[in-house]
């Protein structure tokens, strides 16, 4: 045997104990996925780094919010404020998205009075969306079904049972 | 009876071809990850992902800065896959890159060692030569191996980073000279003697627990 190898011999059987160090079990198999999310994660970053550069002002937005947290505070104050707006002018609103009458003349009135009896006079409207052909032609807003009731009539009950 | 020939020739010739068709393959998992096909890029981590965490872990004796340096060779050898020119193959490249990046970690950190030693795995108990090692009349006989690991790894950290990857790169993962002197860049003879004056420091340091 090589003498130089003979001296080292004790410290080779040493450093075998290396060999056995091992990661926590599963560490394998989440690490190129690590890897693969990370190069994933960098690319996406390059390209809003570089859709960023292309608008100048927008650079100039994104510095004074990245180093002012003021500003960045405002900034998302003033966006909250303008969702929470929308949503009010939403809800006010009338809704114009199903049952939209079209008037074929637009000297007849859209809405008529709700205080009146209902006359079914011939469709003088057509509407839009409307599949199910049993829907009565009427305009939107007196398709109401508690109008359709009519206003019900109460009675006073008696409490005094009949006697036989 | 003999052996035709021609079937002995086949059998020599089978582990041969397949290191080819692994050489083939690599190449044609590393054209497509140059084309940003990032499931070849996966292929190749995982073919390697071991040994070059082994290397980093060994350096550092940190799991978590061997996690992260080692994940930050693969993506840098990723993003730097045009520049290779493919004249060595691209474990060694990427070998290069991850010694090149632990060795400059090392460098920034250097007097402060925090070790983060991974777990002995079961077969640690049965191997022979570790047996023998602790069976031994050492002077510290009721040495055990968790102890041992960690008089092993503090060692090592004594040892400066260029010696420190000669004995990680032969003594533990096995590695020849020569693909020893591919990835560091210098040659064989630099390799040798490196090898020795870092046995015989690591010698001095753990001469209480050999015999």
Same mark, same amino acid.
């Given at each position: 045997?090589?003498?130089? %190898?003979?001296?080292?011999?004790?410290? @080779?059987?040493?450093?075998?104990?290396?060999?056995?160090?091992?990661?926590?079990?599963?560490?394998?198999?989440?690490?190129?996925?690590?890897?693969?999310?990370?190069?994933?994660?960098?690319?996406?970053?390059?390209?809003? @780094?570089?859709?960023?550069?292309?608008?100048?002002?927008?650079?100039?937005?994104?510095?004074?919010?990245?180093?002012?947290?003021?500003?960045?505070?405002?900034?998302?104050?003033?966006?909250?404020?303008?969702?929470?707006?929308?949503?009010?002018?939403?809800?006010?609103?009338?809704?114009?998205?199903?049952?939209?009458?079209?008037?074929?003349?637009?000297?007849?009135?859209?809405?008529?009075?709700?205080?009146?009896? +209902?006359?079914?006079?011939?469709?003088?409207? %057509?509407?839009?969306?409307?599949?199910?052909?049993?829907?009565?032609?009427?305009?939107?807003?007196?398709?109401? +079904?508690?109008?359709?009731?009519?206003?019900?009539?109460?009675?006073?009950?008696?409490?005094?049972?009949?006697?036989? | 009876?003999?052996?035709?020939?021609? *079937?002995?020739?086949?059998?020599?010739?089978?582990?041969?071809?397949?290191?080819?068709?692994?050489?083939?393959?690599?190449?044609?998992?590393?054209?497509?990850?140059?084309?940003?096909?990032?499931?070849?890029?996966? !292929?190749?981590? *995982?073919?390697?992902?071991?040994?070059?965490? !082994?290397?980093?872990?060994?350096?550092?004796?940190?799991?978590?800065?061997?996690?992260?340096?080692?994940?930050?060779? &693969?993506?840098?050898?990723?993003?730097?896959?045009?520049?290779?020119?493919?004249?060595?193959?691209?474990?060694?490249?990427?070998?290069?890159?991850?010694?090149?990046?632990?060795?400059?970690?090392?460098?920034?950190?250097?007097?402060?060692?925090?070790?983060?030693?991974?777990?002995?795995? &079961?077969?640690?108990?049965?191997?022979?030569?570790?047996?023998?090692?602790?069976?031994?009349?050492?002077?510290? *006989?009721?040495?055990?191996?968790?102890?041992?690991?960690?008089?092993?790894?503090?060692?090592?950290?004594? =040892?400066?980073?260029?010696?420190?990857?000669?004995?990680?790169?032969?003594?533990?993962?096995?590695?020849?000279?020569?693909?020893?002197?591919?990835?560091?860049?210098?040659?064989?003879?630099?390799?040798?003697? *490196? =090898?020795?004056? !870092?046995?015989?420091?690591?010698?001095? &340091? =753990?001469?209480?627990?050999?015999?």
């Amino acid at each position: 045997m090589n003498p130089e %190898q003979e001296n080292f011999e004790s410290l @080779r059987r040493l450093l075998t104990l290396k060999r056995h160090e091992q990661p926590p079990p599963g560490y394998f198999n989440r690490f190129s996925r690590e890897v693969i999310a990370r190069i994933e994660a960098g690319e996406m970053g390059a390209d809003r @780094r570089s859709w960023i550069e292309n608008h100048s002002w927008l650079q100039s937005l994104w510095r004074a919010l990245e180093t002012k947290p003021i500003m960045a505070g405002t900034f998302g104050a003033a966006v909250c404020a303008l969702l929470f707006c929308g949503i009010i002018y939403s809800e006010q609103s009338p809704s114009l998205s199903v049952g939209l009458p079209v008037a074929e003349n637009p000297e007849l009135p859209m809405f008529q009075a709700s205080s009146r009896p +209902l006359e079914l006079a011939p469709p003088t409207t %057509q509407y839009l969306l409307t599949s199910n052909a049993a829907v009565p032609s009427l305009p939107a807003r007196e398709m109401d +079904l508690f109008q359709l009731l009519g206003t019900p009539s109460a009675q006073p009950a008696s409490l005094v049972f009949p006697r036989n | 009876m003999a052996e035709p020939a021609s *079937r002995r020739d086949a059998r020599q010739a089978q582990p041969e071809s397949r290191a080819d068709e692994t050489q083939i393959d690599e190449r044609v998992l590393v054209e497509r990850a140059r084309q940003g096909d990032l499931e070849a890029y996966d !292929a190749l981590v *995982r073919r390697y992902q071991e040994r070059i965490y !082994a290397t980093v872990y060994h350096m550092t004796s940190n799991h978590e800065d061997a996690n992260d340096l080692a994940q930050e060779a &693969f993506i840098k050898a990723f993003h730097a896959l045009n520049s290779f020119k493919g004249g060595s193959s691209f474990y060694t490249w990427v070998y290069r890159i991850a010694v090149n990046k632990t060795i400059n970690f090392l460098k920034q950190r250097r007097n402060r060692t925090l070790m983060s030693l991974d777990d002995l795995d &079961f077969n640690a108990e049965h191997n022979p030569d570790l047996v023998a090692l602790i069976s031994e009349r050492t002077p510290r *006989r009721e040495v055990n191996l968790v102890e041992l690991q960690e008089k092993l790894n503090e060692a090592m950290q004594r =040892l400066s980073e260029p010696h420190r990857l000669v004995v990680t790169l032969h003594d533990v993962q096995g590695l020849s000279h020569e693909e020893i002197a591919k990835i560091m860049e210098c040659n064989i003879g630099t390799v040798r003697s *490196r =090898l020795f004056y !870092a046995r015989q420091q690591l010698q001095a &340091f =753990l001469s209480d627990y050999l015999k």
